[in-house]
């Protein structure tokens, strides 16, 4: 891990030379600062969304609303990140990230 403002952070685990606008699948995962399990929790084995939780599985499914070259493939809530895949349809124009 680096430091970057005083504080340690994960490297990026993106590719320097790819162009992450090509159409695609792609593997996101975003997680919870801290680690705090505010999207919900593993109760009998099943996932139990809290309030927070179903509102990313909501803004989740308006995605392509907003971006209407993008599909959505599997998703998951996890009580402290989600997962999902993303198909670009198209090659998208840069945005600097």
């Known amino acids: 891990m680096s430091l ?9 685990t993106r590719l320097p030379f790819y ?3 090509m159409p695609g699948y792609y593997f996101v995962t975003v997680c919870v600062q801290g680690g705090h399990y505010y999207f919900g929790q ?6 139990k969304l809290s309030k ?5 599985g909501k803004y989740w499914q308006e995605i392509p609303k907003h971006f209407p070259f993008v599909k ?3 998703f998951m809530v996890m009580p402290n990140h989600i997962h999902g895949i ?7 124009q840069h945005v600097e990230t």
């Open 4 to 12: 970057f403002n005083n504080k340690y952070r994960i490297e990026s």
């Open 19 to 21: 162009d992450y606008s």
């Open 42 to 47: 593993v109760e009998n084995k099943k996932m």
């Open 52 to 56: 927070l939780g179903r509102a990313v």
């Open 72 to 74: 959505l493939d599997e």
């Open 86 to 92: 993303i198909i670009i349809m198209k090659k998208t």
